[in-house]
């Protein structure tokens, strides 16, 4: 599982890669909470190149939305995946993290 980030203007790009399920889960949590450290109006998750998702891993983007919400920073979801996005889909999900692209 892979975790990059990049920020253009105030708005900061997470991509994630692979599988975010049980194994990685903590991983990426500790990753994540480290990068959104960082001073940005909204955060936009691209999960284009993320494979396979688990509850757990949506465990992870709540939590972290939960964490952004509470500043006030907006968080969106770009290219999902068609399998992650039935996942998502299905839990609603969208619903607080809008889907982009």
């Given at each position: 599982?892979?975790?990059?980030?990049?920020?253009?203007?105030?708005?900061?790009?997470?991509?994630?890669?692979?599988?975010?399920?049980?194994?990685?889960?903590?991983?990426?949590?500790?990753?994540?909470?480290?990068?959104?450290?960082?001073?940005?109006?909204?955060?936009?998750?691209?999960?284009?190149?993320?494979?396979?998702?688990d509850?757990?891993?949506?465990?992870?983007?709540?939590?972290?939305?939960?964490?952004?919400?509470?500043?006030?920073?907006?968080?969106?979801?770009?290219?999902?995946?068609?399998?992650?996005?039935?996942?998502?889909?299905?839990?609603g999900?969208?619903?607080?993290?809008?889907?982009?692209?």
């Amino acid at each position: 599982m892979q975790v990059a980030h990049k920020r253009l203007g105030t708005t900061l790009y997470i991509g994630l890669s692979g599988e975010l399920d049980e194994c990685a889960a903590a991983d990426v949590r500790t990753k994540l909470d480290i990068i959104l450290e960082a001073d940005c109006s909204r955060v936009i998750f691209d999960l284009a190149d993320l494979r396979f998702m688990d509850s757990t891993g949506i465990g992870v983007l709540i939590g972290r939305y939960k964490k952004l919400k509470a500043r006030g920073i907006p968080v969106l979801l770009s290219a999902p995946t068609r399998s992650v996005d039935r996942v998502l889909s299905l839990t609603g999900i969208y619903d607080i993290m809008p889907k982009i692209g």
